[in-house]
């Protein structure tokens, strides 16, 4: 059955940067593009951005575009969200999610990232 | 960017009412919605996609309508289990998506 496993909670310092991974397993990794939505603190869910497995290339939203990265590791089929200058506003749950339009059923456990000083 | 709203923000009704939350695209988005269930520590959970098809295994008391630019979202008996958050989100281009704000759903 397809598993997305994400990596533990994580506590930042205001400025730095945290990377949160998500495995993949009962599927083919490099078939389906891997999306991270987050949810911050007493907010709603808002999406990252998406990275295509097999090219490596990736899109993001505006609002994360200069802070965020979004890598693979094919070999070991782990997806990789890193997000730059973190501020207390960054302190949420991160997702990944494999596809977000009408298969949209398959999402990880969620990463808790604190920031705080 | 592809905007949505939603309505209300949140609700509060008895068990077995009926319960409709609406949502509305900035622009056409043609039948790409999904609805998803969220419950506090855990992942969100599909519940309608391509606005009106149910997910296998939800119950049938969910049911979602709509295309353009205006969706709805109907519990038709609502259940102590179904308080949780509820989101539209939209897929129009594959490239970038948005979820809108959400409803929260609390029991009178």
């Known amino acids: 059955q397809v598993q997305l496993v994400q990596s533990g909670a994580e506590v930042k310092k205001p400025g730095a940067s945290v990377k949160v991974s998500c495995k993949a397993s009962?599927?083919?990794?490099?078939?389906?593009?891997l999306n991270w939505v987050r949810q911050a603190t007493g907010q709603g869910l808002e999406w990252m951005g998406w990275m295509n497995p097999n090219r490596g290339n990736s899109g993001y939203a505006q609002k994360f575009q200069d802070r965020v990265i979004m890598t693979r590791n094919t070999s070991i089929s782990t997806a990789y969200m890193e997000l730059s200058s973190l501020t207390s506003k960054d302190t949420a749950v991160y997702y990944c999610?494999?596809?977000?339009?009408?298969?949209?059923?398959?999402w990880g456990q969620g990463t808790l990232v604190t920031v705080s000083s | 960017d592809i905007q949505m709203t939603q309505s209300p923000s949140s609700l509060s009704a008895s068990v077995g009412d009926r319960v409709t939350i609406t949502c509305q695209a900035s622009q056409d988005i043609s039948n790409y919605l999904n609805w998803y269930q969220h419950k506090p520590g855990k992942a969100p959970k599909l519940l309608i996609y391509?606005?009106?098809n149910l997910e296998t295994g939800v119950p049938s008391r969910f049911s979602g309508s709509g295309s353009g630019t205006d969706f709805t979202f109907t519990i038709s008996s609502l259940q102590p289990e179904d308080i949780a958050t509820y989101y539209c989100?939209?897929?129009?281009?594959?490239?970038?998506?948005?979820f809108g704000p959400g409803t929260k759903v609390d029991i009178k």
């Open positions: 009962g599927y083919t990794f490099t078939s389906y593009d």
């Open positions: 989100q939209q897929y129009d281009n594959l490239l970038s998506f948005t």
């Open positions: 391509d606005a009106s």
């Open positions: 999610t494999r596809d977000l339009s009408s298969n949209a059923k398959y």
